[in-house]
């Protein structure tokens, strides 16, 4: 196990998402909510193609950087969780871009459904897959952060049918990476000889 390798994964994996907010800052106005109308959706995207498919990128490398922390951490079920998180996030960002090129001349219909679908693989997909890792993965590797930070994303779920759970998918997925960066830390401390694995002690 390389711990160097855990502590720079989930350094990428926080940093590239939170520089996401500051790229936000390219775009002349904010981007409409998932049930904003098409039309306000289409208008953003043509309007600020610079900064969408700059977030798009940030995302990507943001999970590229979990992908390696969940591969040098992580047992064999864990990973596979991880990897459909690192999936989606991946889909999401490739509608974005998808998007971004066509706002301008798809029909409503078309923009309405790439947004949609951008926001549900990015967001609940990603999130309760985030947290189903970190709760499979957290015994050991500061425990009681990742059974609080995993719950909140694995309970984004309910966003599916309250609104106000919602909330819990930008809670749950920092605090999720918040976890990843204690959790390697705690790596570098302890310095096991093994390869760490899902419910191992430190």
Do not use: C, E, K
């Amino acid at each position: 196990m390389s711990t160097p390798r855990a502590i720079t994964g989930a350094a990428v994996f926080l940093v590239a998402y939170l520089s996401v907010t500051f790229a936000g800052a390219l775009a002349d106005r904010s981007l409409p909510l998932p049930d904003a109308p098409a039309s306000d959706v289409a208008a953003y995207y043509s309007a600020n193609p610079a900064a969408a498919l700059v977030v798009a990128g940030l995302q990507v490398v943001s999970v590229l950087g979990f992908a390696v922390f969940a591969w040098t951490v992580g047992r064999r079920p864990a990973m596979v969780v991880a990897g459909v998180s690192v999936l989606a996030m991946v889909v999401s960002s490739a509608l974005t871009v998808a998007l971004t090129l066509v706002a301008g001349s798809a029909s409503l219909d078309t923009v309405q459904a790439l947004r949609l679908g951008s926001f549900y693989a990015g967001g609940i997909v990603n999130v309760v897959t985030l947290g189903v890792f970190v709760l499979m993965t957290a015994n050991g590797l500061a425990r009681w952060l990742g059974y609080i930070a995993g719950g909140l994303a694995t309970l984004s779920v309910l966003s599916l049918a309250f609104y106000y759970a919602s909330a819990l998918l930008p809670v749950g997925r920092v605090l999720s990476m918040v976890w990843t960066v204690v959790a390697a830390i705690v790596l570098a401390r302890t310095r096991p000889t093994g390869r760490t694995v899902s419910g191992s002690s430190h």
